[in-house]
């Protein structure tokens, strides 16, 4: 097999090794990775995670300052999808790196069709999305969003980043959302219109009470 590919092995075996709870040795394949692709945010970031969670907190916390300095101070996002591909394109044809845009769905299929189109890296479990990501948009029907707030909150609260939770769901106030999260978590409204679609947009938003001036 060719580096990429061996690469990419070594990517989906560290990813596997990480939900059975084995850290120190998922830890162990994303740092061979890291031997042969060093520039690569992604890779590092995917290294600092296993390296917290095995409890090694101060390299997860040097690795973290690398991955930020290598994507240029750009932030990791989750999508949680149900209806929000054009920001995917939107963030992608903008020059955001796609391998910094997590994307969930229920459907592993309509994941794969996202990470084919767009370059993203797709999950089906939203916690695991959530797991160090800068921002998290909840792009879920309204009836959905408190039950996704929910159960992303205990991967928020663990995040050694303020993650900020992006809704774009009508009808669900900051308070309700603030109410499901782990306290003192900032959460922003957004609310689109259909030119978004082409990138010529217009969005009105709303911040809650713990958004700091630098967001």
């Known amino acids: 097999a060719d580096g990429a590919g061996i690469a990419a092995g070594l990517l989906g075996y560290g990813a596997a090794l990480e939900r059975h709870g084995v850290y120190a040795a998922a830890e162990a394949a994303y740092r061979t990775v890291m031997d042969v692709r060093p520039d690569e945010a992604c890779v590092t ?9 095995a409890g090694r907190r101060e390299e997860a916390l040097a690795l973290y300052r ?6 240029g101070g750009q932030r990791h996002m989750a999508l949680l999808v149900r209806i929000g591909e054009a920001l995917i394109s939107g963030l992608v044809n903008s020059g955001t790196d796609p391998q910094s845009i997590t994307v969930t ?8 069709e996202l990470r ?7 999950l089906t479990d939203n ?7 800068d921002v998290v948009f909840l792009c ?3 009836y959905m969003i408190l039950d996704a707030v929910a159960e992303i ?5 663990e995040n050694d980043i303020a993650t900020v939770l992006v809704s774009m769901a009508a009808g669900v106030p900051l308070g309700a959302m603030e109410g499901a999260v782990i306290a003192g978590s900032p959460v922003v409204r957004v609310m689109h219109n259909t030119p978004m679609v082409v990138g010529r947009g217009m969005n009105a938003h ?5 958004v700091t001036p630098e967001w």
């Open 206 to 210: 709303a911040v809650g009470r713990f």
């Open 153 to 157: 909150s205990p991967a928020v609260e």
């Open 127 to 133: 916690r695991q999305a959530a797991e160090d990501a």
């Open 45 to 53: 970031l995917h290294t600092a995670r296993a390296a917290r969670k």
């Open 140 to 142: 879920v029907k309204p």
């Open 116 to 122: 084919e189109r767009y370059g993203v890296r797709d």
């Open 66 to 71: 690398r991955a930020s300095e290598q994507a």
């Open 105 to 112: 769905n229920r459907r592993p299929e309509r994941g794969e």
